[in-house]
Nanobody
């Protein structure tokens, strides 16, 4: 089992920044590709970003490319999502996920295909 706990959500103004973190525990952190998904009110859960087990390969949804950066820190077993130039349409509950496949698999499989996920953290961006 892998436990995932998100933090860092909150309220930001448009154009501002937030940094989300996902603390992991349980099985070996480096065995899993890690990613972030989000669900806006009234919408389906969607892929945001993923990072490979080594941290060398990343994928982003087109809607966040150039504004968000995913990273992973092996010593602390955490995954971070730096969100810059926030827009009101970024408002959503953000979920951390772990998968035993590749980072590319996470983008293709979607949230329902993930091995583990957290409870989510709310991000609200005001205009």
């Amino acid at each position: 089992q892998v436990q995932l706990v998100e933090s860092g959500g909150g309220l930001a103004q448009a154009g501002g920044s937030l940094r989300l973190s996902c603390a992991t525990s349980g099985r070996t952190f480096s065995n899993y590709a890690m990613g972030w998904f989000r669900q806006a009110p009234g919408k389906e859960r969607e892929f945001v970003a993923a990072i490979s087990r080594t941290g060398f390969i990343t994928y982003y949804a087109d809607s966040v490319k150039g504004r968000f950066t995913i990273s992973r820190d092996k010593p602390t077993n955490t995954v971070n999502l730096q969100m810059n130039s926030l827009k009101p349409e970024d408002t959503a509950v953000y979920y951390c996920a772990a998968d035993g496949g590749t980072a590319q698999d996470m983008r293709v499989k979607g949230f329902s295909g993930m091995d583990y996920w957290g409870k989510g953290t709310l991000v609200t961006v005001s205009s």
